[in-house]
């Protein structure tokens, strides 16, 4: 070896050294990758498949099909059976967006503006299952349901929000004009559809949250104080309360 030089090049031996040490550890990372997935995908199935789970799902979606009043068992087992699966399948992809989600931010070799990124892609890719599924969904009930009771189904996985909050609005602003009244019915359409998909209670909710804010700006600009008539309706309701007890 010439002591002078900068460095020496490495022998043969060296070089095949360097290339089994890259491939171990490439290895070995691919091993632990596929080990984590296998895993993750255990506990899901696991999940999935588990006998009380399913046993919730079957009774939330019987009793939302108990409410449409089919008068056909056949009709009715296949229906609580659409919805059912649609909870699990939601569940799901939820779940699993979830774990991918706490996964990155655990990961702490990762920048969190890479975090970001990887994180904002597996919403993005949920997001898109998600509506798929809620398509796929929607052309199953079709089979067995003409609209409005489709449209009953979803007011059955959403709470009833949109029935109520429409009667809310007409019952706060009776003045409103029939322009008025689709705009706001058309929101809550539009905001019934994505808090269908809803993981949880409160996302659902928070989904009719964000479109009621859009439609208080809306009549906010058509004239409307929303303060004082919220306070006003509020009166009006205590006074039918007490005028209820009086009789």
Not at 73 to 102: G, H, W, Y
């Amino acid at each position: 070896m010439n002591k002078n030089a900068p460095f020496s090049a490495p022998s043969p031996l060296e070089r095949a050294g360097v290339r089994f040490l890259k491939i171990k550890t490439m290895s070995i990372k691919k091993t632990t990758l596929l080990f984590l997935l296998f895993a993750f995908c255990k506990l899901s199935a696991q999940q999935y498949a588990d006998p009380e789970y399913i046993k919730v799902t079957n009774e939330r979606a019987a009793k939302i099909v108990e409410k449409l009043a089919l008068g056909n068992k056949e009709k009715e087992a296949a229906v609580t059976n659409i919805i059912a699966q649609q909870f699990r399948d939601l569940s799901n992809i939820q779940e699993t967006r979830d774990a991918q989600i706490k996964k990155v931010k655990e990961d702490a070799t990762l920048p969190k503006e890479k975090q970001n990124e990887k994180i904002d892609k597996l919403k993005t890719d949920a997001d898109k299952s998600i509506d798929k599924l809620h398509k796929a969904y929607l052309k199953k009930l079709g089979k067995h349901l003409n609209e409005a009771k489709i449209t009953e189904v979803k007011d059955g996985m959403t709470y009833g929000v949109l029935p109520i909050t429409v009667d809310g609005y007409n019952d706060m602003l009776p003045n409103l004009t029939e322009a008025q009244k689709k705009y706001i019915y058309d929101a809550l359409v539009e905001a019934r559809e994505h808090a269908m998909d809803g993981g949880s209670s409160k996302e659902k909710h928070a989904w009719f949250g964000k479109y009621k804010g859009r439609i208080n700006n809306y009549l906010s600009k058509e004239g409307y104080d929303l303060n004082k008539e919220s306070a006003d309706w509020h009166k009006r309701l205590e006074e039918r309360e007490k005028a209820k007890k009086a009789k």
